[in-house]
């Protein structure tokens, strides 16, 4: 070490860490970690669990609800809803097409409601696969990705079953069955609704 | 049993790299020099023990074992033997296996070599990295195990909890054999399959890996109170050994986007590309600003901050590639590793602040700036436009974190941005290149300064002139020309001079004189190569950028599309499966240069049946001056009649590639080993002083 | 519409002339289908819009600038599956359509989110990414600035290094006009002698 042995060599100011310097170095890091572990912490998947997410849906032309171009997921509150994400490129998503529009009909009048959401798809490709499968329950495109970032899907197809009080009781991936639908459906209705109907 | 022993070597290799730093801790605090030297020793058994546990991988990959569950997820029968042992880093699990082995054989090498010279460091090197030993070691045994069969019970929980269960499944699944063995694995991404991605991962582990060794060394100096008196020494060759394979890695990386990835580019500043450029940056700046502690004891604590932010930026670059946090289309799959290694980076940062805040006296400089204008200021101008070109693509890297957590959107920026950004940043690098050599240590005379740059600002006048003459209209480009000729002339008559004096005095033959010259003082010149190769780069770099040329265009068969110079002609379309599952459609064209035909390329798609992955492959046609890329497009579909192309003019892209061997070249001259310098390294560590005249090579 | 055909609206003493002009029923048809002609040229509004073939590279450069919305960072010209092309199509329709590259991305930014976007749209949050580097840059260049000049000032004086280190406790060797080695630095300066 020459620090001692030599008198004309100074020590510089620079190098003799000020605290201030320790401190924003220590802040910068500390943040850093902070948000980078946040990050982490989002990017997990995090589907919804107990109360569904609301969102606002815009019917594609020639869809509605009561007669409205529009309509929220609170308006459904009260009934049973299956919470379908599709898009017109998911090949999966054939396979449930026809049983979807089946059990819609038939479950219509027990107060169901089957909701079909288009998740970053081609509005035209939309409404040729919706006229191809001829679905007529209410369907919206996800504009902006809104919806199905709420509801965090991992990919299409996903079902979300809601029940009369706004909770989610079960989420499947992948193409649903008939069996799986029906006893879902069964169980929501029978189940107590809102105390205030 | 293969597996069992693998698992088996990487288990032992963790316990002792627990005991190593334990041993080393008792030896010193008690003078035990066997304790120390057992430590040392321990380090080396995991070395071979690791190394021993890569082989046996290899031979399950190389038998098709597939009751594995790695072997089964990346190889399948039908690959060439080559490809299979490849396959060892095609995967998370064996790429982090591979990753230990080159790490133990870094830490294991630098061990080796040192240990004589340094007595004094070495035992608190062996615990420093036996730390980072501990951790990458034990997320192979513990969560990313490559010898894992299938049909193993997976460790459920998530974070933390796996800690626990990983282990305990494990054990289970010792006692569980595979029910069904596949019969053939699922085969390698088909993006891996291409001879630069073969070379492309473990020379980026190299370099990653590579650059634990310096911190290692700074840490221990620190500790060991013997800062001043070895660590430059000991870790300037490492750092340039580390920083060359990474440099190569991230070319590698280049050079296959661009041979296969198919967009006729070759950089695209995605997250993953750029957690590989990032420690390249500072790792460049701390070359350059470490000269200066060397020359006049100054800045100290600045190069051991930059040693230290460098590998943080390699754990945060593995973070960032293997932990799912930013999206690429580089990025393996999801792990839960990632919140390991931000533990792990947590730590570090801890610990590497509490060391030099503790240390600090050490770090004093012994002298300070005099002038402007020096080779000081020089260098540290250097610093400053790395650090901000890795601030801003940091920045750019990681701005969709926070973005997204408090916006939801998600943000990606492109190529766009960093080139806006980036692009003046280098720029100026390219200047200051020129410039700096030209500048002394203490002070530069304004006045030789100005005469030392007449000459060649006037030269690169000539040359943008005579470009503005023959078309180029462009003003960043004539402005990139510029700077790039400047920095040339001035790199280029550096030798000149030198060989002339040589010439002049000594009456040798100029090649001669150019060889002699170059190899007494091989860090300089070495240097100078080294620039000369990013300025042949550059030049290559911004005329692609700026005057490549594209066209897409379905064709018919037998018509053409032109572009630049060229035509070129849809002649058929060939079918045929390549040897490894794939399914491969080839088209034929014919390329013309005014009438003459000048190539017939084969551009092709492959379909790989089992995994559903699609590739195109792009035909190149190389040339000094350009390169004419087509690719296979399968857009609308292709038949015998019809398919879309797309082709690319990419002027001077082969300079790239033939800038980054020149570079390679340049480093290895100022890296290669000099006999005044093993002098100079004994008469330093026997306590001796050196002044004047000895100094040459190092 | 049709300027000439109501003669009886025009100032009185034209009347006289126009109908002149007009009288007969074929000239007249002649003339407004003429006019109809001529508007149509003028103002094509008025006309179908004609849908124009859209080459491959007028989509790309849209393309370009986009980022696939559900691949890995993936710009949309690249992207291959067939979502993209549905996209690619998309971007096709809409350019023979007569909308320009901008409003084709906007329409995308709408529809799949800003993340669709190669180069984020300078406003809100994203602004930060442009203002940032535009002002850390500079200001970073002026701290070092500032720093060097700091530095010097502490510093004694700007002596001749030759001076300051004759002590003999001084760690750093003697250094004249560049850091070659010595021998190369004799013959150049004894090169310099002779040619003085």
Redesign the interface.
Known sequence: ???S??P??????????PPWA?IV??AV?VIF?A??????F???VDRPDGVAPDFEMQFFDGYEWQDLPTADLSDFQGRPVVLNFW???CVECIREAELLENLWQEYEDQGVVFLGIAY???E??SLDYLEKYEITYPNA?D???VIS?RYDITGVPETFFIDKNGDVEYIHLSAVTEPMVRSLLDDMLAAEGPASS | MIADLGYVAILTAFLASIYAPIAAFYGIRNNKTRWVESARNAIFVIFLLVALACGLLVILLLTSDFSITYVWEVSSRDMPAYLKVAALWGGQRGSILFFNFMLTAFTAAAMARNWDNERGIMPYAVIVGSFTLIFFLGLTLLMENPFERIGAATAEGSGFDLLISTPVTYVKNLFVRPGIVPEDGQGMRALLRHPAMIIHPPMLYLGYTGFTVPFVFAMAALMAGKFNEGWIRITRRWTLVAWLFLGLGVVLGGRWAYDVLGWGGYWAWDAVENSSLLPWLTGTAFLHSVMIQEKRGMFKGWNVGLIIITYLLVVLGTLNVRGGLVSSVHAFAQSNIGWLLLAFLAYMIIFSIVLVYKRRDQLQSENHIRSFLSRETAFLGNNLLFLLIAAVTFFGTYYTVPTELFTGQKVTLGIPYYEKVNGPLFGALLLLMGIAPLMMWYRTSIGRLRKMTVGPAAGATVIVIAMFILGIRNWIALLGYWIISFSAFITLLEFGRAMNARVRSKGENPFAALAALVARNRRRYGGYVIHLGVLTMAMGIISTELYQQQTQMRLARDESLSIGDYTMVFKGIEQRMGNDDAQITEALVDVYRGDKLVRTLKPRTEFFTRTGENMSIPAVRMTPTEDFYVLLINWEGMSQNAATFRAYVNPLINWVWFGAFIFIFGTLIAAWPDPADEKVTAMQSSGGRLVVGGVSGD | MLRSSMPNQLPGSQRLKNRKRFAGGLPMVAMILLTMVLFLAVFPAFAQAPTRTVSDDEVNAVAKDLFCPICENTPLDVCETQACADWRQVIRDKLSGGQSDDQIKDYFADQYGVRALAEPPAEGVTLLVWLVPLIAIPAAVIIFGLYLRNIRRAAPGGSEPAAVLSSPAAPEPVDSETDQDPYTERIERELREMEE
């Open positions: 070490m020459t620090e042995a030599d004309s060599a100074t020590n510089t100011p620079e190098l003799k860490k320790v170095i220590v890091s970690v948000v980078l572990a946040l990050g982490m989002n990017s997990r898009a017109s490129w970053i798809d081609v035209k490709n495109p504009l902006r990705t970032g």
